[in-house]
């Protein structure tokens, strides 16, 4: 009875290994065709910024010019994108900063508290995730007329930072949950406030969800379009999605040029990326799978 049992088991896992190494036909050709639905776009802007305006609505799309030229870039280098740059980084830089150190904060007190406070202020800061931001325009818009905060950076970084803490605060607290109590109970034992092992042990060792939550909230804002344009009216202040208008004439379009500025504000976000991208895909897992 044994022996039947073991060459019955035995050809269960046999069976189940022969499957497991046989190819995913369909599951690859989908692959490839995701690959080419991200891929062919992206080729498209970079062939596309190469070619003289006056060629882009002559040639076939899909083919690089004869002839590429680095007109469109000089003429978006020209058009004070360093301003514009210089304001997405204003922005971006003084949206997740403190983003960051505050959820940072709010998370180690939602975790590490006992308080029945503390519990509601997380369902409070989760509903956050509920509202959108189209929702919030006018009584935003309202809120800085009446701070007398309309045309300045500030209008669009205070906003930022609200709309940026509730996602961080979930993502942090998941992986402050999965430091060991030992460790926050050695260094009570030491003689440790709560306030140094938040910044002495919790912080080094989420450091993942940190570079997750600052990329992640940096995307968001660096690409942030309705906002800057709601509570800024002057063009020195800009950012760079709003200076995309300055290659749109009232009759026509320079296609190339606004491609060109495209693939120079994206640039910054491609080697944030490239940098952090091993902590990104870890925290948005660890955030999201428990």
């Known amino acids: 009875m044994a022996t039947a049992t073991d060459s019955s088991t035995r050809g ?29 776009p992206i080729y498209w802007i970079v062939i596309t910024s190469l070619k003289p305006s006056s060629e882009y609505f002559t040639t076939n799309p899909l083919l690089p010019s004869a002839s590429p030229t680095f007109d469109a870039y000089q003429l978006v280098l020209e058009n004070d994108f360093a301003r514009y740059f210089i304001n997405s980084v204003l922005v971006t830089l003084g949206a997740v900063v403190p983003a960051v150190l505050i959820s940072f904060m709010a998370a180690f007190a939602i975790v590490r508290g006992k308080s ?31 701070l007398q905060l309309y045309n300045s950076l500030l209008a669009v970084i205070l906003p930022s930072i609200a709309f940026a803490i509730p996602l961080a605060v979930l993502v942090l607290g ?61 063009q020195e202040l800009r950012v760079l999605p709003l200076a995309l208008w300055t290659f749109q004439g009232q009759y026509s379009v320079n296609v190339p040029a606004v491609l060109a ?11 944030f990326y490239v940098i952090g991208r091993r902590q990104l895909v870890s925290g948005l897992t660890a955030g999201f799978s428990k």
């Open 116 to 146: 029945r406070f503390l519990r509601l202020s997380s369902g409070f800061l989760l509903m956050g995730l509920a509202v959108p931001l189209q929702a919030t325009i006018i009584p935003l818009y309202l809120m800085i007329i009446r």
């Open 12 to 40: 269960a896992t046999t069976s189940r290994s022969r499957s497991s190494k046989r190819p995913n036909w369909v599951g690859g050709l989908m692959g490839w065709v995701w690959l080419g639905v991200i891929v062919v």
């Open 261 to 271: 500025a495209v693939v120079l504000s994206t640039l910054p976000i491609v080697v």
């Open 174 to 234: 998941n992986f402050i949950r999965d430091v060991p109590n030992e460790l926050f109970e050695s260094m009570r034992l030491d003689g440790t406030s709560e306030w140094g092992t938040a910044w002495r042990l919790a912080f080094p060792l989420v450091r993942p969800a940190i570079v997750t939550v600052s990329i992640y909230t940096g995307l968001q804002v660096w690409n942030g379009f309705l906002l800057p344009l709601i509570f800024t009216d002057r």
